[in-house]
């Protein structure tokens, strides 16, 4: 098999764990700050319920971040071939996270949110996107320099 459909198997299994995660009764915002006032009591950390709301706004927020981040860099690898690869890997990571927040609305104790969307999930991907742009280019220009 192919690098190429490597990469598309992989995106692909991505999206679908990212499917499984919003349908888990454990995702959701109440169970993601239960789990850390929990984890601050077992290290003896005494915190108010304002620093651990804030605590879990920042972390679920990067998941967001990382996870659609994730998916736009195996998107690219998937679409490298393509002239606009970067371009169609951040509208189909946007696209994705879209669906997976429609999916969410259905779910018990969860909300979709378009701003996810437009505010983490696009952002991730590009933040992503753009750093292996910029590696990317690093590395043909040193390609160039050296042969």
């Known amino acids: 098999m192919s690098k190429r459909k490597w990469w598309i198997l992989a995106a692909i299994l991505w999206m679908a764990v990212i499917f499984t995660f919003t349908q888990v009764p454990y ?30 706004f920042i972390a ?3 998941t967001h971040i990382t996870v659609f ?11 490298e071939i ?3 690869s970067y371009v169609l890997s951040w509208i189909l990571t946007v696209i994705y996270a879209m669906s997976d927040e429609y999916h969410q609305s259905f779910m018990p104790g969860r909300t979709a949110s ?9 952002v991730g991907a590009f933040l992503v ?19």
């Open 69 to 79: 981040g994730i998916l736009a860099f195996l998107f690219f690898k998937s679409l």
């Open 114 to 122: 378009i701003k996810d969307v437009f505010l983490f999930d696009s």
């Open 27 to 56: 995702s959701t915002g109440s169970s993601t700050s239960s789990a850390l006032e929990k984890l601050f009591v077992a290290l003896h950390i005494d915190l108010n319920q304002s620093a651990i709301d804030f605590l879990n």
């Open 82 to 84: 393509y002239r606009y």
């Open 60 to 62: 679920r927020k990067a």
């Open 129 to 147: 996107l753009l750093l292996t742009f910029l590696i990317v280019r690093n590395s043909r220009q040193k390609n160039t320099k050296v042969g």
